[in-house]
Antibody, heavy 113, light 106 residues
C-alpha cells in the first residue's frame, strides 16, 4: 500500500525558504496528483498546491507567488519550497495523494527569527 | 474559491448513537467530496471519497451521501474510537478547500 513521509527542517528563519520533501513508497507516483496541505489551529486546513506526475502544477492563489512544487526525475518523491516565510507560515505540513489518499504523517515547521 | 460550510462545529454523542455531519458547498462540486477523520496529534485519515465511496479498511458504520451541494457523513452505532474531529474537502476545483471541522465528543 502507498505510504507518504514528509521530511525537512523543523525550524526555519524568518524571510528564508521552507523546504520539505515527500517520499512515496509502495507504489509509483504515476497517474496521480500529489498535494501539499498545511494545518494551523487558527486557519484550519489550507491546500497549498499540487503536482501531476508529468510535472504540471497548480497553486493556491493565496500562496502562488511564494510556492514551488516539484517532482524528482526518479518519481519517488516530490518537494515543496515556500520562500520569504513569516511566523504565519508556522504549521503542520502534510503531503497527500489527491482524491484517494493517503496523507503523510505531517511535519511541524516553525518559523522564527 | 469554493466555500465549504460544515455543521455542526461540535457535537456531543454517546456510544451506540447515530450521528450526521453536513457540509454545504457554495457552488456545484459534483461528487468531488471527501470526508476525513483526525485524532489529536495524527494526520487526517480518509474515510469517504467521491461523496459516498467507502475507503478500503474503513468500517461500514461510516457512510456518505450527497444531495445537490449538500453532503452528509453518517456514523451508525458510534464506537469509542470514533470520537475525533471530522473534515470535509472539495476537490472539484482548485484551490481545494476544507470545511472548518466537527469535533465529536462524548
Amino acid at each position: 500500500q502507498v505510504q507518504l513521509q514528509e521530511s525537512g527542517p523543523g525550524l526555519v528563519k524568518t524571510s528564508e525558504t521552507l523546504s520539505l520533501s515527500c517520499t512515496v513508497s509502495g507504489d509509483t507516483i504515476n497517474n496521480f496528483y500529489w498535494s501539499w496541505i498545511r494545518q494551523t489551529p487558527g486557519r484550519g486546513l489550507e491546500w497549498i498546491g499540487h503536482i501531476y506526475y508529468t510535472g504540471s502544477t497548480d497553486y493556491n492563489p493565496s500562496l502562488k507567488s511564494r510556492v514551488t512544487i516539484s517532482i524528482d526525475t526518479s518519481k519517488t518523491h516530490f518537494s515543496l519550497k515556500l520562500n520569504s516565510v513569516t511566523a504565519a507560515d508556522t504549521a503542520i505540513y502534510y503531503c497527500a495523494r489527491d482524491h484517494v489518499g493517503p496523507w503523510g504523517q505531517g511535519a511541524l515547521v516553525t518559523v522564527s527569527s | 474559491d469554493i466555500q465549504m460550510t460544515q455543521s455542526p462545529s461540535s457535537l456531543s454523542a454517546s456510544v451506540g448513537d447515530r450521528v450526521t455531519i453536513t457540509c454545504r458547498a457554495s457552488q456545484t462540486i459534483n461528487t468531488y467530496l471527501c470526508w476525513y477523520q483526525q485524532k489529536i496529534g495524527k494526520a487526517p485519515k480518509l474515510l469517504i471519497y467521491a461523496a459516498s465511496s467507502l475507503q478500503s479498511g474503513v468500517p461500514s458504520r461510516f457512510s456518505g451521501s450527497a444531495s445537490g451541494t449538500d453532503f452528509t457523513l453518517t456514523i451508525n452505532g458510534l464506537q469509542p474510537e470514533d470520537f475525533a474531529t471530522y473534515f470535509c474537502q472539495q476537490s472539484y476545483r482548485t484551490p481545494y478547500t476544507f470545511g472548518q471541522g466537527t469535533k465529536l465528543e462524548i
